[in-house]
């Protein structure tokens, strides 16, 4: 698995312009959503999603996705859990020293966001985990805030 998240990190500016295609989509697909009804379709889309991101990126299905703006790392990969940066206990060619075995995903992180247009975004700081928020599937989430705070004209009737 940890082979697959290197691999995904050093495709990060792939992987980057295909999220956002897929996001467009799923935000398109919002009457669609909303017709069936969120609640309905969260547990067959979270399954998708954790499959997908699993298998890609070690995602843990935190609910709050933040793989564009750290790489296409996932921060919830840290051992500490740590969503805003290293934890300055880094060790000698970038290995954590919780797991000495396991690159920081920190370092990982800034990698793949200097791949990436766009990759300054792992500046922005992160707010506190919501772990209500566990097991869900973000892209839905994703999908219904955008939806909502896009123009009508944007988001149309399938």
């Known amino acids: 698995m940890e082979a697959v998240r290197h691999w995904s990190v050093r ?7 295909v999220y956002d295609r897929f996001e ?7 009457p ?19 499959v997908i991101k699993g298998l890609l990126f070690d995602c843990r299905m935190c609910g709050e996705c933040t793989l564009r703006s750290t790489g296409m790392a996932c921060p919830m990969n840290c051992p500490k859990g740590l969503r805003n940066g290293p934890c300055g206990g880094v060790r000698r060619a970038g290995f954590c020293e919780v797991k000495p ?9 800034w990698e793949g966001a200097r791949r990436m247009d766009g990759g ?8 506190p985990l919501d772990r209500s928020l566990s097991g869900r ?13 896009a123009p009508a004209d944007l988001v149309s009737e399938p």
Do not use: N, T
Request: glycine fraction near 2%; aromatic fraction near 10%.
């Open 101 to 109: 075995s396991m690159r920081c995903v920190w370092i990982e992180a």
């Open 137 to 149: 599937s973000a892209w839905l989430r994703r999908a219904r805030e955008m939806a909502r705070a």
């Open 11 to 17: 495709h990060a500016k792939a992987f980057s312009a």
């Open 120 to 127: 300054l975004a792992i500046q922005q700081i992160q707010p």
């Open 24 to 30: 467009r989509a799923m935000v398109s697909l919002d």
């Open 32 to 50: 669609f959503w909303r017709r069936l009804g969120y609640e309905r379709v969260e547990k067959p889309v979270a399954s998708i999603e954790r």
